[in-house]
């Protein structure tokens, strides 16, 4: 099968593998499409540094094909599978996306929406899940703002916050303006002509590039500051120096601070299909690339120019 091949980190090309064969409670897919997100750059860079000794593989990368989320459909499945049969529609997280074909575990595993194509359906698990994980405490009614509501976390956070009844403020820049008002804001603010004001019950940093006194300052006296990630500082930490001072700061200070780690499961992915074919949530994919340009792909969204989320399509 083709498939882009990643020996050690930092230089990855389109080779030649055998079609893997599904241990226990795998299936074996045969790939549709492939999202590509930060995490998949870090992998294929090895930065942070970080990312190493916490076993994503110390002197090379684990797995030899980069890509986590995938949809496709499953061509076999291993011993003691009967969730899913050959034959049926599937999203989810795997090691080893950008390829013909890859195995899943069935616990990161979701049947595809209906009306989804397979490239909308690969746009979702990790970025979905990662904001539907951390609005889980919304409620009707509630102020949330949600910053790089333009890139691929921020645009199913805008999303999912309004499906849950909360008023959205989204920031990103110019050129993402109208999708993300297209997604459900109830306001945008354009940092590049002014910041944002007020205060949230929520605040969702997606990449935002705020310290952490001025997220703490937007969530008022009683709100929540929800940190998903922000690629701010040096080689070793990445901006997870930024998730581990909230971490220790969270107990003296008023507003609750969370540094969000998101977990790639099954029943997860489950109910973004639930929010999507109830209407709440459509993916917003910005660019798609064959797999021969799947490099391009990862760089297109390290270079934050993509609106909304990018797909390998195979
Ligand atoms: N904690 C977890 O489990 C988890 C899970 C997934 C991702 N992450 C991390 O979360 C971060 C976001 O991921 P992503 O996939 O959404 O990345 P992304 O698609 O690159 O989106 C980030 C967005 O931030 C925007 N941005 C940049 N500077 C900004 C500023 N000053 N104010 C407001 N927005 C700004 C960018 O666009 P514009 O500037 O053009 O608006 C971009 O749309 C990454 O660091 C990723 O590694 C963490």
Redesign the pocket.
Known sequence: MKAVVQRRYGSAELGDLDVPVPGRGEVLLEVRAAGV???TW?LLTGRPYLLRVIGFGFRGPRSPVPGRDVSGVVAAVGPGVTAFAAGDEVFGTCDGAFAEYTVAPVTRLARKPAGLSFAEAAAMP??GG?ALQGLRTVQAGQRVLV????????SYGVQIARSLGAHVTG???T??VELVRSLGAHEVVD?TVADFTGTYDLVLD?????SLSRLRAAAGRHGTVV?????TSGPLLG?FDRALRAMALNPFVPQKLVA???AERGDVFEELRVLVEDGHVRPAVGRTFPLPEALDAVEH?YS?R??G?VVVTI
Do not use: N
């Not at 997606?206 to 705020?210: A, D, E, F, K």
């Open positions: 997100d930060m995490g870090h990790i970025s990662t910053l790089g509501a333009g890139g691929g976390v921020g920031v990103c820049s050129g993402k940092y997606c990449g935002g590039h705020r940190l998903v990630g922000s690629e901006g969000l780690t998101s969204v934050r993509s609106a989320k």
